[in-house]
């Protein structure tokens, strides 16, 4: 089935990943996927079409504009999002993408053996950084730094490096923020190295303040409001 969108769109990673070790076993981290479906529900009130690629999650968005593909690992998340990156005017990687997987995926179940297991890892794809490459003018790209030390640096390393225009820094030292929580706190980074930090705030809330500030930046970009009127694409759900 196809969905023909004349909004503009935005793409949106939410949620964790798992990376398998064998059929009953995988890698993945405490993302719940909450803040990944606030901002896409954001966006969607504000009258653009959403592609929201989330890892698993038990959490449930329906909308005309939406187009919903559900993946499990990395490597699925980024080949998910691939057909739809260069259509969209926005692009926020919200999900907590696994950095590593097992180098070997196990067929049958792995039995408990000695006292000791060695697993190999490897790096995965960094979704972000390889977008940031094909990132054309009049894109706008966030990302996000989850951070438990030297936050505002090393949240400034990661919006140069994965070429972006906005970073959203949050800190686990910060009480009733980040994974689980149905509240966050937030610093918005733009490429103009300007910053604000917002207060502690329901996911809903901060999931507009993250639109709002998306939208207000990239509305400064002089290619960006002609891009909105020209780009109309048919998206193709999954």
Known sequence: MSAIFQKPIVLITAGPTREAIDPVRYITNHSSGKMGYAIAESFLEKGFAVVLVSGPVTLKLAHPNLTNIAVTSADEMYNACRPYFLTAQIAVFAAAVADYKSA??????????GNELNLRLVKNVDIAYEFGQLK????????????????????LKKLNTKNLDMVILNSVQDEGATFGYDTNKITIINQDLVSRTFPLKSKKEVGKDIADAAISYANNQSSFQQTLKTNHHELHTV
């Open 104 to 113: 070997e995926v196990c067929t049958q179940k792995m039995k408990k053996s």
């Open 136 to 155: 054309q003018k009049g894109q706008l790209s966030v990302g996000f730094a989850l951070e438990t030390n030297d936050e505002e640096q090393n949240a």
